[in-house]
Nanobody, 118 residues
C-alpha cells in the first residue's frame, strides 16, 4: 500500500523555523511531481509550493516565497519543506502530495499541524 507520512510540525514562535518531512512508502516517487499544501482554520486549502521530479525548479505561493524551500531526496523517497521566518499567518495543517505528470495518480499524506505564535 502507498503511504505518505508527514512529520516535523509543532508549535514555534514567530520568526522561528521548522522543517517538515514527507516519508513515502509503497511506491517510488522519484519521477513524480511533489507538492506541499496547507489549510488554515476557516480557509480553503492552498498550494504552498511544487517541485518537479528533476528537482531543478520549484514554484512557491507568493505568501511564502523567499521563506520556504522545497527539497527532495529521491534515494530516501522523502520530500521536505524548510520553513524559515515563520509568521502567525502560516498556522495551518500542512499536507504533502505526489502525482504523475499525466495526472493519472495522486497520493496525499495525513497532514501535520504547524502553529506559529506571536
Amino acid at each position: 500500500q502507498v503511504q505518505l507520512v508527514e512529520s516535523g510540525g509543532g508549535l514555534v514562535q514567530a520568526g522561528g523555523s521548522l522543517r517538515l518531512s514527507c516519508a513515502a512508502s509503497g511506491r517510488t516517487f522519484s519521477t513524480y511531481i511533489m507538492g506541499w499544501y496547507r489549510q488554515a482554520p476557516g480557509k480553503e486549502r492552498e498550494v504552498v509550493g511544487t517541485m518537479h521530479s528533476s528537482s531543478s525548479s520549484a514554484d512557491y505561493a507568493g505568501s511564502v516565497k523567499g521563506r520556504f524551500t522545497i527539497s527532495r531526496d529521491n534515494a530516501k523517497n522523502t520530500g521536505y519543506l524548510q520553513m524559515n521566518n515563520l509568521k502567525p499567518e502560516d498556522t495551518a495543517v500542512y499536507y504533502c502530495s505526489f502525482w504523475t505528470v499525466a495526472g493519472r495518480e495522486q497520493y496525499w499524506g495525513q497532514g501535520t499541524q504547524v502553529t506559529v505564535s506571536s
